[in-house]
């Protein structure tokens, strides 16, 4: 039977602050365990929590940028549950009078305009790291679990969708489109692999026309890859029980990618019963209309507007416009090679080719690359006046993109520049006629074939600077062709 | 006095703190908090129709700090408390099991 999927995604971001959220522990990630831990965060007896501005500033931003209504008046509540990795037992996040609510984030899919809403954004703590005894392989530790309480009390952006996602591709693409807007306004640096943005998943399904069906929650994915996979195999698995006509049982399941399956999580960790109540310790936000609007001015151009613009203004195609944007430093070195080189097509090709080829392969920040872009432009201009070849220009860039030394340098010093001057061409391709005679012969019996081979032995000799449509037109000159 | 609280309901709770009760300790601490809810249930007397939600007594918003590091705790003084540490982690009975 064919039915109709709804998910609704829960994405915890952490904000990038120097600070923890209510005490001034560092957010450094990797430092050793316990080592960036105080009384606040550690839970101890008769501790005063403070509010960090700036987790709650880059709230505020990621909430106006994402169009929602951030309210005048909210504030924290705690959630109560008894796991260790809450030292307090409680975490303060935000319940029922969340900082910004009723946004929604636009993205495309399958060349389709999208609009999934979003239903709040608030401000939480996050939680230390629990490593299970039974994990270690060293069988006197299998009774006990280890806790790292350095995680404990960093600030924890989550936004919420609305069940309005149909597919697990389309969970896939707000992902993405989201983690461009958190890089946009570099609110936060949403590593995957350290933990800086995860997702859990809320999945349903119903026949179509129906209301929402029997939700299950999804959690343990590690990756954007493995969502779109995890939504998937639940898809599928939820599906087969409605075709038998059994019911989805309401719980929360793991993914679990060795399997490739999703398996219900063990019951001990399942009673929900938080018992939310107004956080005492901690006074309750108020965001004036001049508040928004200082932090408004932080708010750039939008990954998917700059995108739509990228089609538009500069012609580039789809995928192009997709790829320039996919970060504001990438779109930003891509402008300002086009103001200097206004061939945007051309300039595409390069970033898209030679460029993000070598971005990678040295895994440098964007920042950091010494060749600035209106180096490039000026490359690309030397190309497009013929003073040197498209293939040399190759050769250049790498020199440049690692050098951060400019084109014109780099030609004349390496004499890379392109010969164009007919006189200095005459002598190598005497030269080269008179080395290969057979050639010439052959070509003046109507063999086309040998031209091209002269054109290749001229190239060789000029270690491929001389301009090749001169030297076609000299070498034909010489054989008594005229045109 | 009618039941404000049951023992059913006391050993839920006492569940979602892991909390292990005796019999003894069931019937004494239904006893207790029922008399604390009783107690409660008199503030309802009065009226309050006129009297706006209220988490906080402090007339106060916005109370912030910069986003500045301070010194955290060493690790020796982290553990101070702490029952049972392994390789600089704090030991606890393990948490996931049947």
């Known amino acids: ?483 | 006095m009618k039941k404000i609280i049951d023992r059913e309901q006391v050993r839920y709770i006492a569940h979602l703190a892991r909390l292990e009760l005796s019999e003894e300790e069931e019937k004494k601490f239904t006893r207790q908090l029922g008399e604390i809810l009783a107690w409660v249930d008199k503030l309802k007397e009065l009226d309050t129709s006129e009297v706006p939600l209220t988490s906080h007594a402090l007339p106060l918003t916005n109370v912030f700090r910069e986003d500045e590091l301070k010194r955290s705790l060493s690790e020796k003084e982290a553990f101070l408390n702490a029952p049972q540490k392994k390789r600089s982690h704090f030991q606890v009975p393990k948490v996931i099991g049947d």
């Open chain 1, 1 to 483: 039977m064919n039915y109709q999927t709804s998910i609704g995604l829960e994405v915890h971001v952490q904000l990038l602050t120097r600070s923890k959220l209510f005490c001034g522990c560092s957010t450094q990630f990797g430092s050793s365990p316990n080592s960036q831990t105080c009384p606040v965060c550690l839970g101890l007896p008769g501790v005063l929590p403070s509010i960090n501005k700036k987790a709650v500033e880059r709230t505020i931003l990621t909430a106006l940028a994402l169009g929602c209504k951030v309210s005048p008046f909210s504030r924290f509540a705690r959630k109560n549950y008894y796991y260790p990795d809450l030292p307090k037992n409680f975490q303060i996040s935000q319940y029922d009078e969340p900082l910004a609510k009723d946004g929604y984030l636009e993205f495309e899919l399958d060349g389709k305009h999208r609009r999934v809403r979003i239903q709040r954004v608030h401000l939480e703590e996050d939680a230390g790291k629990i490593i299970h005894g039974e994990d270690i392989q060293n069988p006197e530790d299998k009774d006990s679990s280890f806790i790292d309480y350095n995680r404990t009390g960093i600030p924890l952006m989550e936004i919420v969708s609305y069940p309005e996602i149909h597919s697990p591709e389309e969970a896939y693409q707000y992902l993405v489109n989201l983690k461009r807007v958190l890089g946009y306004l570099e609110v936060s640096d949403c590593n995957m692999e350290e933990g800086s943005l995860r997702c859990d998943a809320n999945i349903s399904l119903a026949p179509k026309g129906a209301r929402l069906g029997v939700k299950t929650e999804l959690k343990n994915m590690n990756s954007f890859k493995e969502i779109r996979e995890g939504l998937s195999s639940e898809i599928e698995r939820q599906a087969a029980l409605l075709d038998k006509g059994e019911k989805v049982p309401q719980e929360t399941r793991l993914w679990d990618p060795h399997e490739q399956a999703t398996i219900p999580m063990r019951g001990k960790e399942e009673a929900h019963d938080y018992r939310y109540f107004p956080e005492p310790d901690l006074l309750p936000l108020k965001v004036s209309q001049e508040w928004i609007r200082s932090v408004k001015e932080a708010v750039v151009e939008l990954p998917f507007h700059r995108y739509q613009r990228f089609i538009s203004q500069y012609h580039l195609p789809v995928y192009d416009a997709s790829v320039l944007t996919d970060s504001r430093e990438l779109a930003d070195y891509f402008e300002e090679c086009v103001r200097n080189f206004l061939h945007p097509k051309v300039v595409s090709n390069w970033i898209m080719g030679e460029f993000l080829r070598l971005v990678k392969k040295e895994t440098e920040s964007l920042r950091k690359i010494k060749m600035k872009p209106f180096m490039l432009a000026h490359l690309l201009e030397e190309v497009q006046k013929g003073v040197i070849s498209g293939k040399l220009a190759k050769e250049v860039f790498q020199k440049m993109f690692k050098s951060g030394r400019p084109a014109e340098e780099i030609i004349r010093q390496e004499k890379l520049g392109q010969i164009s001057n007919e006189k200095e061409l005459e002598e190598i391709i005497q030269r080269v006629m008179m080395q290969n005679s057979k050639a010439v012969d052959d070509f003046k019996k109507g063999k086309d074939k040998a031209l091209i081979f002269l054109v290749g032995q001229v190239m060789r000799e000029t270690k491929g600077r001389a301009n090749p449509d001169l030297v076609n037109r000299l070498l034909k000159e010489k054989m008594g062709v005229r045109e």
